[in-house]
């Protein structure tokens, strides 16, 4: 595979304006967790270098402390803000001493409130790019939380909102609330998305790409490295499978007939001139017109 083969392109999010490197440079497990700002500055240099302009984060990655080391990582690059792209997601709040009411598991107005202007001081940003409802909350009404989102959006402390792990149905119903409210809508949606996870984005989706102009900007296209072949003989050190915390990853890493399908994927990578990884993400590239990272 030649370094043409891989240049990178920019797609618009979805129906909007906004164009988005293919691959984006996630924080989830690593920031805080495996890489301090030092570290994730080489990281998001060396990713920018090659065209990247999008960097996902969370509310909930390390407790917070993922947002804070991307956050000074940018702030020491001195990158213009037209050049970069930054997202993050609420949902699944921060720890915090005395009752838990309105503080976790939640999209209510006055925790979304709460958490965007938490998530800019963590970052040192004036506002996020793209926010993420990081899963749906059965709890609240879904006009409160498209208003709030909306909201967001209207004050100028986020760019463009969207979903994570909504379904097909929840997603259509807040894009339906806002189309007759008046409100702005949500853009994309951010699932899993690999070569084991493929029904949701292919099939649940389908119809909302050209019904709402649906934009994607899906996670783990290693399947948490799984599609790397690194856990064929089992969990090394240092890999994601062995990091604290993160145990419940370990049979779906080590499954056996998921591996096996790695080995034979193994040898068209090798007819093809790349690693395990180029595959699946070259693959996933080209089956998916609508995914971005």
């Known amino acids: 595979m030649t370094q043409k083969d891989i240049s ?14 293919e691959l984006s440079l996630g924080s989830w497990v690593t920031y805080h967790n495996q890489v301090d700002t030092s570290a994730a500055r080489e990281m998001m240099a060396a990713a920018f270098d090659a065209g990247v302009n999008f960097f ?6 390390a407790q917070g402390q993922s947002e804070i080391v991307m956050g000074e990582a940018i ?19 921060l720890p915090a001493e005395g009752p838990t009411a309105n503080r976790k598991d939640t999209l209510n107005r006055k925790y979304l409130s709460q958490a965007i202007d938490g998530s800019l001081k963590r970052m040192g940003l004036d506002f996020i790019d ?29 760019l463009y909102w ?16 806002a189309q007759r409210h008046h409100l702005h809508k949500p853009v994309m949606e951010q699932p899993q998305y690999h070569l084991f996870h ?6 649940e989706y389908s119809k909302l790409y050209d019904e709402i102009g649906l934009g994607l900007t899906t996670w783990s296209p290693l399947a948490s490295g799984l599609l790397s072949g690194k856990y064929r003989n089992g969990v090394p050190p240092e890999s994601r499978g062995a990091v604290k915390g993160m145990s419940f990853l370990v049979e779906g890493l080590t499954d056996s007939a998921k591996n096996a399908a ?7 990578a090798s007819d093809l001139g790349c690693t395990l990884s180029q595959l699946a993400i070259a693959g996933r590239r080209r089956s998916d017109p609508q ?3």
Not at 75 to 93: E, M, Q
Not at 198 to 203: I, N, P
Request: overall charge positive; hydrophobic content about 35%.
């Open 56 to 61: 996902d984060n969370a509310e909930a990655y």
């Open 291 to 293: 995914t971005y990272s």
């Open 262 to 268: 790695v080995t034979k994927l193994e040898a068209v």
């Open 75 to 93: 702030k020491a690059l001195k990158w213009p803000r037209l050049n970069y792209i930054v997202s993050t997601k609420f949902f699944w709040g």
């Open 198 to 203: 493929r029904q949701r984005v292919e099939q």
């Open 8 to 21: 990178m392109q920019y797609r618009r999010l979805g129906h909007s304006g906004l164009q988005v490197s």
């Open 162 to 177: 969207g979903t994570s792990e909504w379904s097909a149905q929840d997603i259509r119903s807040a894009w339906d609330m």
């Open 130 to 158: 793209l926010v993420y409802c990081h899963r749906p909350d059965p709890n609240t009404p879904i006009e409160e939380t498209v208003w709030a989102m909306s909201d967001m959006i209207s004050s100028g402390k986020a």
